[in-house]
């Protein structure tokens, strides 16, 4: 089974940046999220009653993406990815009420029976930032932002809970607050990191 990298973190944190970065530089397979692509995003920024389908189609778009990445004959890297859908992004929805307890039990039914069908990924790369520089970033995208700057230490912190109980050696942190453009030092740890498991 193909090796598999995740680059995890809160919205604006600089996943994407990253994840194509580490692309072009080392020639990863690349998933990335797709906003504009997934068929309930833009549905679910005008009217909160999207939330349960929307997570779930990205559950599942991740789950698809995942399976075919580890089918793949090269390295592969997810921005984002199944676990950050869920550990993150849905228990945020859950948390601020967009999704009822019971459609967030249908979406951790989803994700325990996935993982248990794929194994985690190989390595998990946890980006952090300041609120300031993740507002920065934020407010620059043009694409559409479902969680905000606010939102950023809330994912992070539910992230952890679930990193806490992962073998240390699948984790690398990295702050991204002084990263240049062409995030080199980002890219040199996951490399040297990457190397080990390869």
Wanted: glycine letters at 6%.
């Amino acid at each position: 089974m193909n090796k598999l990298i995740t680059i995890l973190g809160a919205s604006g944190v600089g996943k994407t940046t990253l994840a194509k970065a580490l692309h072009e530089n080392a020639g990863f397979d690349l998933a990335l999220e797709e906003h504009v692509e997934r068929p309930f995003q833009s549905l679910f920024k005008k009217d909160r009653s999207y939330a349960f389908v929307n997570q779930l189609d990205y559950l599942i778009y991740r789950a698809e993406q995942e399976r075919r990445l580890r089918n793949g004959n090269q390295p592969a890297l997810m921005d984002g990815g199944l676990d950050l859908d869920f550990h993150g992004f849905t228990r945020l929805f859950h948390a601020h009420g967009w999704l009822n307890d019971d459609e967030f039990e249908l979406c951790r039914r989803f994700y325990l029976l996935t993982r248990s069908l794929l194994p985690l990924p190989d390595l998990i790369v946890i980006l952090s930032a300041s609120t300031q520089t993740i507002r920065e970033r934020l407010a620059c995208r043009n694409r559409i932002n479902i969680a905000s700057s606010e939102d950023a230490e809330l994912v992070h912190n539910f992230l952890d809970e679930w990193l806490a109980a992962l073998p240390a050696e699948k984790v690398l942190r990295i702050d991204t607050n002084t990263e240049g453009v062409d995030y080199a030092d980002s890219i040199e740890l996951i490399l040297r990191k990457a190397a080990v498991i390869r």
